[in-house]
Every structure is written in structure tokens, then in C-alpha cells.
């Protein structure tokens, strides 16, 4: 038997996933419902192609970054790129957590972010939104200049609730911020409006992105932050040498390309998104307004964990938030195709009524 152990601050730790199981109608991880393009895929395979192997990326990622940085009319040094947006959080908390330092989050919330923080070594203060999900301000505000973290996180819209900060309150925040503001826009795209107006050089502002939701390359493990060029200059210093590979640095890029094809899919799973909170909230449920690609609700009579069971017993799989803390009883589920959100919503409407 050996004798090494983990962490002391680890071993209560557990780690973060979802189920995978296999059924029919898959509507619990967010994904986008569609692929890409196909015409994305014959660029990615005609470049792929020509790869040479046996050299090293582009350690900067110069032409994947310089792209981001024309879509959103910014400078290629205040862009960030990593293997997924939660690698992106990752980097930010080994900048500037760490042993002795403070990351301050407010539950319900995206748990990675609260789950990484502590992974660093950094002490996770939580605050309480209210009743309805939504951030309170004043009670934010007092215990950002009470505890004084060194980074802040913001999800909006806010996994899994769904809900959009209203656009007031990342201002209000950094007016009281001492360290860094985390916008989380994961599904920014999805909502009617965005934070990355706000990042500027003078402010310890940044926005983090995702190709796995809106562009539909959840396979390819790819995400971005917008910053000032002073912070994505020091997370350049903590990233691994080469931690993007050439293949990823080549999708992103020609995703870019098909800003269409990515606005005409978003506008379906609006509308779809709508349709299906309209019909979720004509039955026995609790239903969270939502700007995001999914809806969180909660079953008024009939347990949450019996509604999901029940659902996967039509082969209908959803996300069971109902043991996850102030989410008692609540399910999430992911807007899908047309005809996936009209099995679910059957489903549904049978096993709740």
C-alpha cells in the first residue's frame, strides 16, 4: 500500500461531470442541438490536412487570436484563448487565487467556478441571490467590501438559472471590486445584451467566452476571455507551453468565418426557447425566465428527482439540479431541435400534467 496522499484541502473534493447515458433525446448538457456547418467541416479537413505534425502550434495562437479580436473589435493582445472556457478560469484562478486569497461567487451559480477556485488553494466565499434567483445588490456590494476578494465571478446568463444581470450591475460591482470581476458569458449570445462593452484598459474587467455552445464545437474544447492587455499579458506567464494544439487553433479560426451560419442557429434556439417556456409554463411547474439555451423549473407536485427519473424512462435525459444546494427539486433542461423539445414537452406534460 503506498503512502502518498492527496491534498488536504482536496480529499472532500469531488469532481465535476455529467451523467452519460445513453437515450434518445439528450437534453442535459447544454450542447448545441445542431452540428456545424458543412461546409466548416470541409475547411477544417483541407487545413488538417496540410498540418505538420511534427512541429510544434503556435504557442501564441497569433491567427486564432487576431480573429476573435476582429469579431469583437478589440486588440489581439487583450485576447485570451485556452481548451475550453473552464481552462480559461482556470488560468485567471492560478494568476490571481491561490493560498491565501479570496474568490467570491453568488449561488446559485456555475460550479466550476467555486470548484477551481478552491483546486487553487484560494478560500471560496459565497454569497446568497434571492428568493427568485436574481443578484442582490446592496447585499453583493457588502460583502465584496466586507470579505474583499481578489477575484469575483458573474455568470450571466447564469448557469443554471438562466437569468441575464441586469446591465447595471457589473458596473456596480466594479465600483466596489478591489480585485478582478469575472464576467461568465457562456451563453451570451443567447441573451439580449453583453458585458464585453464595458472591458477597457483602466478596468480589472474580463469576459469569458465559449465556442461549445453558440458555434456548436463542444468537442473541440475551446474558449476565450476579452481583458485588458496588462492581465492577458500576466496569463500568458501561467498557461502551459503549447496548450493549444494545432487542430483547435485551426477550428476556431474558420468558425469565425460562419458568423451567419452561427446568428441564424442562435435565432432558432431563441425562438425554440421561448415556445418551450411558454408551454412549461402553462403546466404544474415553477419556470425560470431564461436568456440563455436552456430553462430551469421545478415541479409543484411531484419530487424533481422522480419528474427526471421519470423522463428517463421515456429516454428523455435532462439535468437533475435537485441535489445541488438552493435547488431543491429543480430540473434544467437544454433547448434542442424542434421536434427533441416537442418529445420533452409531451413527456412532460404527461408526467406532470
Known amino acids: 500500500m503506498h503512502s502518498v496522499t492527496v491534498r488536504d484541502d482536496l480529499k472532500a473534493l469531488h469532481g465535476y461531470h455529467s451523467p452519460q447515458v445513453d437515450v434518445r433525446v439528450r437534453l442535459n448538457t447544454n450542447e448545441a442541438p445542431t452540428p456545424p456547418p458543412a461546409a466548416w467541416r470541409d475547411a477544417f ?29 478589440v486588440r489581439q ?50 454569497g446568497e441571490r434571492g428568493p427568485d434567483f436574481t443578484l442582490q445588490v446592496p447585499a453583493a456590494l457588502d460583502l465584496i467590501r466586507s470579505c474583499r476578494p481578489e477575484v469575483t465571478f458573474l455568470c450571466s446568463p447564469n448557469n443554471p438559472t438562466g437569468l441575464v444581470e441586469p446591465p447595471d450591475n457589473v458596473p456596480a460591482l466594479l465600483d466596489a471590486e478591489p480585485g478582478l470581476l469575472v464576467v461568465d458569458e457562456a451563453y451570451a449570445q443567447f441573451a439580449d445584451w453583453t458585458a464585453l462593452t464595458l472591458v477597457d484598459e483602466s478596468l480589472p474587467l474580463v469576459v469569458t467566452r465559449t465556442f461549445s455552445k453558440t458555434w456548436s464545437m463542444a468537442a473541440a474544447r475551446l474558449g476565450y ?17 503549447y496548450h493549444l494544439d494545432a487542430a483547435k487553433q485551426i477550428a476556431g479560426r474558420l468558425a469565425l468565418q460562419f458568423q451567419d451560419d452561427m446568428d441564424a442557429r442562435v435565432q432558432q434556439i431563441v425562438g425554440e426557447r421561448d415556445r418551450v417556456f411558454a408551454a412549461l409554463a402553462g403546466m404544474a411547474l415553477d419556470v425560470v425566465p431564461s436568456g440563455a439555451n436552456f430553462i430551469l423549473f421545478k415541479p409543484r407536485r411531484k419530487p424533481g428527482r422522480q419528474v427526471w427519473q421519470e423522463l428517463l424512462d421515456r429516454s428523455i ?37
Open 45 to 73: 479537413a483541407a487545413e488538417l490536412s496540410r498540418v505538420e505534425w511534427h512541429r510544434y502550434p503556435d504557442r501564441t495562437a497569433a491567427d486564432l487570436r487576431a480573429a476573435i479580436a476582429d469579431m469583437h473589435h
Open 77 to 126: 493582445d487583450q485576447v485570451f484563448a485556452a481548451n475550453g472556457s473552464n481552462e480559461v478560469l482556470q488560468t485567471l484562478l492560478l494568476a490571481y487565487a491561490g493560498p491565501g486569497r479570496r474568490v467570491a461567487t453568488f449561488e446559485p451559480t456555475y460550479q466550476l467556478h467555486g470548484h477551481i477556485a478552491r483546486l487553487t488553494g484560494a478560500t471560496v466565499i459565497e
Open 225 to 241: 476571455l476579452i481583458g485588458p492587455s496588462w492581465l492577458v499579458a500576466e496569463l500568458d506567464k501561467v498557461a502551459l507551453p
Open 317 to 353: 435525459l435532462i439535468r437533475d439540479c435537485s441535489g445541488w444546494p438552493r435547488l431543491a427539486d429543480c430540473l434544467r433542461v437544454t433547448i434542442g431541435t424542434p421536434e427533441e423539445n416537442d418529445e420533452f414537452l409531451r413527456a412532460i406534460g404527461e408526467i406532470v400534467g
